[in-house]
């Protein structure tokens, strides 16, 4: 029943920006986290991103200073702002929507979207 759907995956040079969407739908709790991973071929799923409810966000070390995560809480729309790409950058990246960490085990969620593909490449 819940959704995540994301968009703005592509190719593109490096150097070069990209802005991701997220779209959640569906019955999901205010008090959450939104994020977005990444998975390259041959490499374990890593956290790029996270932002809570109220705002406060971490970064992979990779990502600081290029990538800024935001939120639209009216929308339950969660944006990866792109920039400086690198060939590195390149992965399947997912929508991750869970649980606050202050919310009891028993009421706990996670929901992930579909992927959508981000390609680096001269």
């Known amino acids: 029943q819940v959704q995540l759907v994301e968009s703005g995956g592509g190719l593109v040079q490096p150097g070069g920006s990209l802005r991701l969407s997220c779209a959640a739908s569906?019955?999901?709790?205010?008090?959450?986290?939104m994020g977005w991973y990444r998975q390259a071929p041959g490499k374990q799923r890593e956290r790029v991103a996270t932002?809570?409810?109220?705002?406060?966000?971490a970064y992979a070390d990779s990502v600081k200073g290029r990538f800024t995560i935001a939120r639209d809480n009216a929308k339950n729309t969660v944006y990866l702002q792109m920039n400086s790409l690198k060939p590195e950058d390149t992965a399947v990246y997912y929508c991750?929507?869970?649980?606050?960490?202050?919310?009891?085990?028993?009421?706990?969620?996670?929901?992930w979207g579909q992927g959508t593909q981000v390609t680096v490449s001269s």
């Open positions: 991750n929507v869970r649980s606050s960490l202050a919310i009891a085990t028993s009421y706990s969620y996670d929901y």
């Open positions: 569906g019955s999901i709790p205010s008090d959450n986290t």
């Open positions: 932002i809570a409810r109220g705002g406060s966000t």
